[in-house]
């Protein structure tokens, strides 16, 4: 089976386009694939966190990726920091990567301008990036669009660490969703739903109420007209709000397009409203049992300790091919 590694920060609750771009991916993939699945913490502190509130969105988030149908038993769920190789091979790779390539990385720009201070952590990240993908021999890395020029630095990482030492590592390959792998803003359908927008109503939290959540799809942006139709170019906002129809109802776009056929967007929008309200009342539910117990502790355990077996002879291999000596 390919191997199969993904990560997500713990900055706070996840929204429907974490759920739909990556959790959804994520729980089919362990069918077909062996999978990690991360709570990338060591990530997470390249900006300033509290503390408190650092723990409790780790532990959040590992609650959340069982609950949206990620079964420890078929898929490793752990959290980065539990399992030192990851700082470890980082470090090792920030001295094979180049400052250049680095310094051209997109989201480092976008993430460090206008701020007053900016870490070398923001700075040197992919390469702790490029460590937790290598460390597993992975095959096949699900990322959006955002993420595809950190992948092709792992890839080029690896490349460059076999040609000089070895084949050592595989070098894994993007897996990008043929649809929907970047759900839009509620407010804006130029720009990506993120949990970090200042305006709540630009996304939907994955725990958001069922009233918050018909409240914001009834404020969602359309487009001039009132036809439900398919169309990225001219009708942006509400092609957005169709493939988030389509991706919680597993309905294909022209699917969707047909069943709107000659409906307005306020039918279309409270569909909507409800197709999301049920879809995570399950998640929902399971989540808070969860969060009750300590049963995510124990999956958290159990897949730090798998986790460090899967990734030991990786590491020493790296370290012995460097020059290290070896107790």
């Given at each position: 089976?390919?191997?199969?590694?993904?990560?997500?920060?713990?900055?706070?609750?996840?929204?429907?386009?974490?759920?739909?771009?990556?959790?959804?991916?994520f729980?089919?993939?362990?069918?077909?694939?062996?999978?990690?699945?991360?709570?990338?913490?060591l990530?997470a502190?390249?900006?300033?966190?509290?503390?408190?509130?650092?723990?409790?969105?780790?532990?959040?988030?590992?609650?959340?990726?069982?609950?949206?149908?990620?079964?420890?038993?078929?898929?490793t769920?752990?959290?980065?920091?539990?399992?030192?190789?990851?700082?470890?091979?980082?470090?090792?790779?920030?001295?094979?990567?180049?400052?250049?390539?680095?310094?051209?990385?997109?989201?480092?720009?976008?993430?460090?301008?206008?701020?007053?201070?900016?870490?070398?952590?923001l700075?040197?990240?992919?390469?702790?990036?490029?460590?937790?993908i290598?460390?597993y021999?992975?095959?096949?890395?699900?990322?959006?669009?955002?993420?595809?020029q950190?992948?092709?630095?792992?890839?080029?990482?690896?490349?460059?660490?076999?040609?000089?030492?070895g084949?050592?590592?595989?070098?894994?390959?993007p897996?990008?969703?043929?649809?929907?792998?970047?759900i839009m803003?509620?407010?804006?359908?130029?720009?990506?739903?993120?949990?970090?927008?200042?305006?709540a109503g630009?996304?939907?939290s994955?725990l958001?109420?069922?009233?918050?959540?018909?409240k914001?799809?009834s404020r969602a942006?359309?487009?001039?007209?009132?036809?439900?139709?398919?169309?990225?170019?001219?009708?942006?906002a509400?092609?957005?709000?169709?493939?988030?129809f389509?991706?919680?109802?597993?309905m294909?776009?022209?699917?969707v397009?047909?069943?709107?056929?000659?409906?307005?967007y306020?039918?279309?929008?409270?569909?909507?409203?409800?197709?999301?309200?049920?879809?995570?009342?399950?998640?929902?539910?399971r989540?808070?049992?969860?969060?009750?117990?300590?049963?995510?502790?124990?999956?958290?355990?159990?897949?730090a300790?798998?986790?460090?077996?899967?990734?030991?002879?990786?590491?020493?291999?790296?370290?012995?091919?460097l020059?290290?000596v070896?107790?």
């Amino acid at each position: 089976m390919p191997r199969v590694f993904s990560g997500i920060q713990p900055s706070g609750n996840l929204t429907i386009g974490n759920y739909l771009g990556a959790m959804k991916n994520f729980v089919r993939l362990q069918h077909e694939a062996d999978c990690l699945f991360c709570v990338v913490d060591l990530h997470a502190i390249t900006v300033p966190q509290e503390p408190h509130e650092l723990r409790q969105n780790s532990r959040n988030l590992a609650a959340l990726y069982i609950a949206a149908g990620i079964d420890p038993n078929k898929a490793t769920v752990f959290i980065q920091s539990h399992v030192t190789a990851h700082a470890e091979l980082g470090w090792m790779l920030q001295c094979i990567a180049y400052y250049g390539e680095l310094g051209r990385m997109t989201q480092f720009k976008d993430k460090s301008a206008h701020k007053d201070v900016v870490t070398a952590g923001l700075f040197t990240y992919p390469a702790l990036m490029a460590a937790d993908i290598l460390l597993y021999q992975t095959n096949l890395v699900p990322v959006g669009e955002d993420q595809k020029q950190h992948l092709e630095l792992t890839r080029d990482i690896a490349e460059r660490f076999n040609n000089r030492f070895g084949e050592t590592f595989a070098v894994p390959d993007p897996y990008i969703p043929k649809f929907g792998g970047r759900i839009m803003s509620l407010e804006n359908p130029d720009k990506k739903m993120s949990k970090s927008d200042e305006s709540a109503g630009a996304y939907i939290s994955m725990l958001d109420e069922a009233d918050v959540i018909r409240k914001k799809i009834s404020r969602a942006v359309t487009d001039s007209g009132r036809e439900v139709r398919y169309d990225v170019e001219e009708k942006a906002a509400v092609s957005n709000l169709m493939t988030i129809f389509g991706l919680f109802t597993d309905m294909t776009i022209e699917q969707v397009t047909a069943h709107f056929d000659g409906k307005g967007y306020g039918q279309f929008k409270k569909e909507l409203a409800e197709v999301i309200v049920d879809g995570l009342g399950p998640i929902q539910a399971r989540y808070k049992e969860l969060i009750a117990s300590d049963e995510v502790d124990l999956v958290l355990k159990a897949g730090a300790d798998k986790a460090r077996e899967m990734c030991a002879s990786t590491l020493a291999d790296v370290k012995q091919k460097l020059g290290f000596v070896a107790l």
